[in-house]
């Protein structure tokens, strides 16, 4: 069945913002269904809040809305854009949820638009629990017994049917949000009451428990002619009671026969049928009681989902691309397999390698949170890696996780490591439980013990039995012989890991130099989705070790072009996400359009660079030193290397600049040496003074002692933080000595090889960020940015405005001059980012960082520069003025951005109402110096006000327009918080406030009520949020830690509700003004391309 | 971690691979073939189809779920060797007795494990399935002795097989429930779930050794007759292709898999060639000439009979038309014939291992045999 000839204009809805369980995974499909469609001729318009993501790049679309995506500002995108049809199925849940509203609010009708991939049957099918497990009784298979509650009445009566433990599943949410495991009647109210609440449609599931049962994936797809194939198989090897995208899992599945497999595809197949996903994907989760065998069915996604994108990279079959074209018409005989060129998309992949998933948690951001995997999702990211077996695979993502263990053995164990203690550890799920398993087999408990402690699968725990046999065998050979050694690395032990074991090799050199002597290297192999019945034509690579001489590699000769790697950044967590992948997905299109041979190499699957055809060639491999040069070596023996970028990626690559240099890497772009220059506090601050630039006071500490007499000098307030670690983690600022004594006793690492750095604080200063562009000789200014927070919160987590809205001329000039006195002193061929801070006319600078930074698409995307582009082809030698002779960067720069340019505003998106402590409490959503926010929205428009209410709708849901606001302040802001107080009463809000703030406010005439605080008894101002009798909360705290408890009560309250919680003066300012563009009721939708325009012909 | 003894797989083109033996230790010669399937090792080894060839495991970790009493397709292990990559140390799975390596020991199968596979897999799509050998322990010698000996070994080409397999005897599956038709099936290498299929659709299968004659099938009275899958080159099968004949005279209702497609065509005047490496896994699409829909189905066979897609000839039973093909490469996969009923398919509707999309032929040869009452 050809394409359809009924639509040409397709709507795609994006999934918004990254946060805790819908991440980049919606980029990468999202942008493959837009490149597709129009690759067949229709017309693309795309709603997507997040500019961070390739497919809001203006080139892959025809009319891109960076939008909110609710229900009202879709609305608005579809009376301006009339498109035919709207794909909501490849933006996650947030696009599901919106098209079903849309269809509630008789939208769809309105304006005549067929939701194509599910219809809203199928959607409500797929996402009403009850619905859908009687549609798998109706086909004859088997669902955990449970009921559909709707108030805790309820809940109870079906408790003491199905007896505890139960699980709680609350319908319409993302990522297991809100659901949890009851094991008592405590457990039970507390979870089923949060449960209700998460629910946008307040309903929860109540579940019979199948908690330690083995668990399944399929991802399936289907066409209108009902041809449905089996995509992928995923096995978790975290058992029931972990929420799949906090298992590890591994694929194929590894421990079901044939028999059991084609039992859960039958009923995989009879569900999608019965569910009536018409066109595209979907996934359905198993779980199979590990004694008897019995399979009950889970629950589905009627959509592309994150195991979607990971089934993608594990196969090679490119679902999302596929759902794409199967929605508009085609079946799945008529699409081409990519990678056989010749064979069609009507099969079933099959792999002759293996393929592990590990995520990537980020509980030390979250002091206090429960570390407890449960049904809810808390990782923030996962790494892939692929190996020719078990081991290989997992050992290769152990070591692609960027946290400090690096793979078995590469820690000290804990000092207080027995094996009661450890198998009991086992039986709770957390954050790198196999780590837990191998200490355990160590220590002596049998493969069984360990399987019962935790429910893991015997096959999985004796594949890391046979790692601690090596392991002993490792450290009691006599030498390191080839033969030992091949079966180290076949077993997929990193040349550290290895080291670790011999300490007589002096270290991971050592243990390499050894190697290379040896001849024992990896070979590459190809993913090509067929194991090797068919010659691949894409070059999709990863390494194996092979112990069979007559092992081959299969990475093809190319001697015609030069090549280009570039280093992607790893697993998604906080502080490092999409934002670098973008990046480099733009170095890889931009070099290839240039002439280069371009090689990606990545272990993140969720992804648009390691999709196979981002790069000419890509490498899904651990971006450790081992791995990236064997890749280098394997590169250099097929063709000329002619650079290797590693300022793209965030901070991953840049790691590895130095030691790839050192081994005679060619790394393009701004040198190692440079790199360290502004990483050395000592040499960057040389740098500054030579050029005169100021910046803030500091020292360097070893006891409390040095810290108070550094802060007595250079004056309170004073932000602290452990020399050691990057990212802001540790940060904090401190207003007295009382503060820095507590920060001191409670950072017990410090010590002279740990000292803390003590800097000056600049309290309320105005906080600058620039991303600029060097070739050596000139800078290109790319956007200055100014932080509606004031200095203080870490720059990932605060908003910003571009162009700056209260920067002067002079301001800009000086930032001018400051960048390109950073530019040159350091050295800088390609991005730069600078952090100032402006206070009292004084320009100080902060940081200066030689990478592309987070906010490079925000800036790209305001400004309709292709920053990192241009990077790009700067590290391979182009000049900024020749960059400009062809078009790629414009006359001028962003500094001096045309007088009626669009305002850009970013906003933070922050994961507290993920998180909770083991007590069930919140977690504070105070932020600091220390970033903690998954993603950003953009909001877009000709306003300051317009584009702030825009973000804020984006992030956290719409600004009130009228209601009751709550205002409680720290003494130092209460002069300035009196005029945004003024201005909301005067739009005819109430406002309430404790009493102290209220005795401020009314002796500047604002009528106020007074609530009690927290600690005052009963109906307080938390019982009055809790309740939902307050639409916006302004609370700015004292500190980061000490008596505080009021506000942190206030914070986690608004949290729970889901109303926006200001946390900062300017951050007030600016929300009167969103306010009262939303109350103007001016504020409608504006394609980017159109705002693109505009700019250019300002320019022009 | 044991390290087992040394072995080498040898091909007749005079590569090596080499590994460590699994299953039994000694020297084993056939045709490497090599198998996509994920899942299934268990039916895989047991399915007579697989007689004399060295099946090659492109999946990686083969073993996992052991060997259970359940999952046998026939009395005993059938390929004369076994090439895998990583074999499980232990088991797991509820239904498990024993491991797939000591099964392969105590039925003296021949393996290697530690080849690299892949690169195996390769060769063998680039060159075509070829004679190749397993050595292992006092076996493993020089490589020339040992191409030698896979030199002097038959070629596939010509190999007349299915006797091999064949019942010795005829034996009676009785109907699940009410019997409500009574199938003759001709025993090429017959696999369990074939009749276990046909049994649970209310037919009495009678299993027939490969020399019945017509007098032989007609004896049970049938409403049908049956063709199975079976090992060899067709081009021997000439009592089969005439016994096939009688029935098409007869116009009995005939419904032939695998080399029973291939004995329908040769009955219907179609020759068999050998395929470069033939489908071997079960991922294989099919599509149906007059629908357009998509099977994925399992194979095993390594010839194919000459044919377009959708062509229609002339046979001495009126016209037959080629009503499956497989996408990948446009192979003949099943036949029709328009004037008898007769039709038969390349893949194994029986599955086993595999997914079981094409499992509705049986209710068709229900339908058929039904019609002809």
């Known amino acids: 069945m050809p394409k359809r000839t009924d639509i040409a204009h397709v709507l795609v809805i994006g999934s918004g913002p990254i946060v805790i369980g819908q991440a980049c995974e919606f980029d990468y499909s999202g942008t493959q269904a837009c490149r597709v469609l129009r690759e067949e001729g229709l017309r693309v318009s795309l709603v997507n809040s997040n500019p961070a993501t390739i497919m809001t790049d203006p080139e892959f679309a025809d009319a891109t809305y960076i939008e909110p995506i609710t229900p009202e500002f879709v609305e608005k995108v579809i009376a301006a854009e009339r498109p035919d049809a709207i794909l909501a199925t490849l933006g996650g849940q947030t696009a599901l949820n919106t098209a079903v509203a849309l269809h509630e609010r008789g939208v769809l009708d309105k304006y005549a638009v067929e939701l194509i991939g599910a219809d809203i049957d199928a959607i409500q099918r797929g996402e009403d629990r009850q619905l859908f497990k009687d549609i798998v009784r109706s086909i004859g298979a088997e669902v955990p017994r449970s009921s559909v509650c709707k108030s805790m009445e309820e809940v109870r009566a079906t408790v003491a049917e199905l007896g505890l433990p139960v699980v709680i599943r609350p319908s319409f949410t993302m990522g297991g949000l809100g659901s949890g495991m009851a094991h008592t009647p405590e457990e039970l109210e507390r979870l089923a009451s949060v449960g209700l609440a998460e629910s946008p449609v307040t309903e929860v599931l109540i579940e019979e428990s199948v908690l330690g049962w083995k668990e399944y994936e399929l991802e399936l797809m289907r066409d209108r002619n009902d041809n449905v194939v089996v995509i992928c198989s995923i096995e978790n090897i975290d058992p029931m009671g972990v929420h799949t995208g906090d298992s590890v899992t591994v694929a194929p599945a590894m421990t079901l026969t044939d028999r059991e497999f084609q039992h859960m595809r039958d009923v995989g197949i009879q569900v999608i049928r019965a569910v009536g996903v018409d066109t595209g994907g979907c996934n359905i989760q198993f779980a199979f009681h590990p004694q008897t065998g019995r399979m009950v069915v889970i629950e589905m996604n009627p959509r592309v989902s994150r195991s979607s994108a990971l089934a993608s990279k594990a196969t090679g079959f490119p679902i999302a691309k596929i759902a794409a074209k199967l929605a508009i018409g085609y079946t799945l005989d008529e699409i081409r397999n990519d990678i056989t060129g010749q064979t069609p998309a009507s099969f079933e992949p099959t792999l002759d390698y293996v393929v592990v998933k590990v995520p990537r948690f980020a509980f030390e951001k979250f002091p206090g949170a429960d570390p407890t995997l449960t049904t809810t999702m808390k990782s923030v990211g996962e790494a892939m890696s692929i190996g020719r077996n078990f081991s290989e695979a997992l050992n290769k993502a152990l070591r692609s996780m960027e946290t400090k263990a690096t793979g078995f053995w590469t820690r000290p164990d804990p000092d207080t490591t027995t094996l009661a203690g450890t198998l009991e550890a086992l039986r709770t799920g957390h954050d790198g439980r196999l780590y837990t398993v191998e200490r355990a087999l160590r220590l002596g408990a049998t493969v069984q013990q360990v399987h019962e402690a935790c429910g893991i699968d015997p096959w999985f725990v004796d594949q890391i039995a046979a790692l601690v046999e090596l392991r002993a065998e490792l450290v009691g050979a006599p030498v390191l012989d080839e033969a030992l050694l091949r079966r180290a690395k076949r077993a997929g032990l990193s040349d550290p890991q290895i080291a670790a074991l011999r300490p007589e090799l002096a270290g991971e050199d050592g243990v390499r130099t050894l190697r290379h002597r040896l001849g024992v290297r990896p070979v590459f192999k190809t993913v090509d989705t067929c194991a090797a019945e068919f010659a691949a034509h894409t070059p999709y690579h990863y390494s194996a070790y092979e112990s069979d001489p007559a092992a081959e590699s299969e990475v093809s000769a190319q001697r015609e072009r030069p090549k280009v790697l570039i280093l992607g950044s790893g697993p998604n967590r906080i502080g490092q996400g999409i934002e670098f992948d973008y990046s480099c997905v733009h170095a890889a299109m931009e070099l290839r359009r240039a002439g280069y041979e371009t090689v990606m190499v990545n272990c993140n699957p969720e992804t648009v660079s390691t999709d196979y055809d981002t790069s000419d060639r890509l490498y899904f491999e651990p971006l450790t030193f081992e791995d990236v040069l064997e890749v280098v070596h394997a590169e250099r023996t097929s063709g000329t290397v002619a650079g290797v970028i590693v300022q793209l990626g965030g901070q991953t690559p840049l790691g590895l600049a130095q030691r790839l240099a050192d081994a005679g890497v060619p790394v393009v772009g701004t040198s190692p040496e440079a790199i360290h220059l502004a990483e050395d506090r000592g040499a960057f601050g040389d740098l500054l003074t030579s050029a005169a630039l100021p910046a803030p006071k500091y020292g360097t500490a070893t006891s409390f002692a040095g810290a108070k007499r550094i802060a007595d000098e250079i004056g309170y307030p004073v932000l602290v933080r452990p020399s050691y670690v990057l990212g802001g983690r540790g940060m904090e600022i401190v207003y007295d000595e009382a503060s820095l004594a507590g920060y001191i006793a409670r950072a017990t690492e410090v010590s002279p090889e740990h000292p803390v750095l003590v800097d000056r604080f600049l309290d309320d200063a105005i906080e600058i960020d620039v991303d600029a562009l060097c070739d050596g000789t000139e800078v290109f200014l790319g956007g200055v940015m100014e932080h509606i927070e004031e200095a203080g919160i870490h720059s990932g987590d605060s908003s910003c405005a571009l162009p700056p809205i209260t920067l002067g001329r002079t301001d800009l000039d000086a930032v001018r001059r400051s960048t390109e006195a950073i530019a040159h002193g350091i050295g800088v061929r390609g991005l730069l980012n600078v952090q100032y801070a402006l206070k009292d006319d004084v320009l100080y600078v902060l940081e200066a960082n030689p990478r592309a930074s987070r906010t490079v698409p925000f800036v790209s995307k305001a400004t309709a520069v292709p920053l990192a582009k241009a990077a790009a082809r700067i590290a391979l030698g182009a000049s900024i003025a020749e960059l400009r002779a062809e078009g790629l960067l414009p006359a001028g720069d962003g500094a001096d951005l045309p007088a009626d340019s669009p305002v850009a505003v970013k906003e933070a998106v922050l994961p507290f109402h993920r998180f909770r402590t083991p007590e069930g409490h919140g977690v504070d959503s105070l932020l600091g110096p220390e970033m903690k926010s998954t993603g950003e929205v953009m909001g877009i428009d000709f306003s300051f006000g317009q584009a702030f209410a825009k973000s804020q709708t984006a992030s956290y849901g719409s600004l009130p327009t009228s209601g009751r606001v709550f205002v409680s302040v720290a003494n130092r802001d209460k002069r300035a918080m009196v005029f945004p107080v003024k201005r909301l009463a005067d739009l005819g809000f109430e406002v309430l406030a404790t009493s102290g703030t209220a005795e401020v406010l009314r002796r500047n005439g604002i009528a106020c009520t007074v609530v009690r605080k927290h600690f005052e008894g009963e109906g307080t101002i938390v019982d009055e949020i809790l309740a939902g009798r307050v639409e916006m909360v302004i609370n700015t705290p004292y500190g980061n830690h000490g008596p505080r408890v009021d506000g942190y009560e206030i914070r986690t309250a608004a949290v729970a509700r889901d109303i926006p919680c200001i946390t900062t003066v300017s951050g007030a300012a600016a929300a009167v003004h969103g306010i009262e563009a939303l109350i103007r009721g001016d504020i409608g939708v504006r394609s980017l391309q159109s705002l693109q325009e505009r700019l250019r012909d300002g320019r022009a | 971690m044991s390290v087992r003894e040394q072995a080498a797989l040898v091909l007749e083109d005079g590569r090596v691979f080499r590994g460590e033996a699994y299953g039994a230790v000694g020297a084993t010669v056939g045709e490497a073939v090599f198998c996509t399937g994920m899942t299934g090792y268990q039916e895989t080894l047991t399915d007579p189809s697989y007689h004399r060839q060295i099946v090659v495991a492109t999946a990686p970790q083969i073993g996992n779920t052991g060997w259970n009493d359940e999952d046998d397709e026939s009395a005993r292990i059938w390929v004369s060797g076994y090439v895998v990559r990583d074999p499980a140390r232990v ?106 299929l046909m049994a649970a659709r209310g037919i009495e299968v009678h299993v027939l050794p490969l020399k019945s004659t017509v007098e032989d099938l007609l004896a049970v009275s049938p409403d049908g007759v049956f063709l199975s899958n079976g090992p060899g080159d067709p081009a021997t099968m000439d009592h089969a292709v005439a016994l096939t004949r009688q029935v098409l005279e007869r ?93 038969s398919v390349q893949y194994h509707p029986e599955a086993a291992a595999g997914p079981h999309d094409a499992a509705p032929l049986f209710d068709e040869f229900v339908t058929l045999m039904e019609q002809a009452r």
């Open chain 2, 91 to 196: 088991p797991s799975n509820w239904r498990s007795r024993r491991s797939l390596d000591s099964e392969l020991e105590r039925q003296g199968v021949v393996g290697i494990s530690g080849v690299d596979t892949r690169t195996l897999t390769r060769h063998l799509r680039e060159r075509g399935a070829m004679r190749s050998g397993v050595f292992s322990g006092a076996e493993l010698s020089d490589v020339d002795t040992m191409v030698g000996r896979v030199q002097a070994s038959p070629q596939m080409a010509g190999a007349d097989l299915a006797g091999d397999v064949t019942t010795p005897e005829p034996y009676v599956i009785p109907a699940v429930g009410e019997r409500r038709l009574r199938v003759a099936a001709l025993d090429l290498g017959i696999k369990a779930n074939t009749p276990r």
């Open chain 2, 251 to 343: 116009r009995l209702p005939l419904f032939g898999i695998c080399f029973g497609n291939q004995i329908l065509g040769r009955a219907l005047g179609r020759e068999t060639y050998k395929m470069r490496y033939g489908h071997r896994g079960i991922n294989i699409p099919v599509i149906d000439t007059a629908t357009g829909k998509v099977a994925i189905t399992a194979q095993n066979h390594g010839f194919a009979l000459e044919g377009e897609p959708g062509e229609v000839f002339d046979t001495p039973y009126g016209s037959a038309v080629v009503s499956h093909y497989c996408p990948n490469d446009n192979t003949v996969e099943g036949l029709r014939c328009q004037d008898v009923p007769a039709f």
